[in-house]
Every structure is written in C-alpha cells, then in structure tokens.
C-alpha cells in the first residue's frame, strides 16, 4: 500500500516544482530576447572632447519593449543604467518616443519599442580621462513582453569602448 504513494507523493513534489522552474526561467528568457551593443562617434576620443554614444538595443521579432517613457505608472521603463568610467561624464541622454500600440492584455494603447532602438548619450572625455581603450559599463534596464506573455524586467550590459567608433550612420540626423 506503501508503494503506491510514492509515486503520487513523487508527482506532487514536481508539480511544486514547476512554478519555482518558470519564475526562474523567466529573468534567463528576458535576458535573450534584447541585444545591445555601444558605438561611438569618435576614435579615438581626445581628452576634453565631447562625444556620442549610441546604444543599439536590437528587441526579438514578435516581442516589444517598454518606452523610456511609460503610458502608465505600473510599468517598467526602458533606461540606461550605469556610472561613466573616471574621467568621463555623462551631459545628456536622449531616448526616442515610443510607437504607441494596442495589446490584448491592456485596455490602453502602450508606448513600446520594436525591433531596434537607439539610445544617444552625449559624453564628455575630460582632461583627466585616461588613455587608451576605456570600457564604458553602461547596462539596458527594460521589461519585454509579446501579446500573450510579460517578461520578468531585465539588464543587459552593452559593451563597447571609445577607442573603438563604428557605425557613422548611427551619428547622422
């Protein structure tokens, strides 16, 4: 009699299991659904110069982020994150509007990126910054969703260095 629990008893214990896997599974799937990468304007950057930095943030097909600029004040905005290197100081951020789009699960239009996103970030290499390539650790904060399915908020780093400009078109308006 005994042994017929046990595999009741071993069916019940991975049933309680499967939320705690999703909540987990949740923050590693936001994290794959966006990419982001830094570009600068300049390279390399002289000291006491200003220059741009573009964050590309590059969003899955089928998926949506929130804008920096929320509709609603329950929602996660899309920010950049992080401290400028020594030397080096942040003068501006600018985000771009959100598209404004209807979803099955709001009753009200959400300001949302698709697809691609640039971020631009004015910064200033100061007289003190150091030489050489300097890692710029900025991160992504954003909540993705799809119709169907919010994501957990997630935080991307988005690597790149001032020694290393790329993309002139980015820096074009």
Not at 11 to 24: I, K, N
């Amino acid at each position: 009699m005994a042994r017929r629990w046990i595999p009741v008893a071993v069916g019940a214990a991975l049933v309680a299991l499967v939320p705690a896997a999703r909540a987990q599974m949740g923050p590693a799937l936001a994290r794959t659904v966006v990419t982001a990468a830094n570009y600068v304007s300049l390279a390399p950057v002289p000291r006491g110069r200003m220059f741009e930095v573009a964050v590309v943030a590059t969003i899955k097909t089928t998926y949506h982020i929130n804008a920096h600029k929320v509709l609603d004040e329950f929602l996660i905005p899309t920010e950049i994150e992080g401290q400028a290197p020594a030397g080096f100081r942040v003068v501006a951020t600018e985000y771009p509007a959100g598209e404004q789009r209807q979803f099955s699960f709001s009753k009200k239009k959400l300001a949302v990126y698709t697809g691609q996103v640039i971020v631009r970030m004015k910064v200033e290499a100061e007289a003190k910054a150091p030489l050489g390539a300097t890692e710029l650790p900025f991160s992504l904060r954003y909540q993705a969703c799809n119709d169907p399915r919010r994501l957990p908020p997630g935080t991307i780093p988005t690597p790149g260095t001032p020694a290393k400009a790329g993309h002139p078109e980015l820096f074009r308006r």
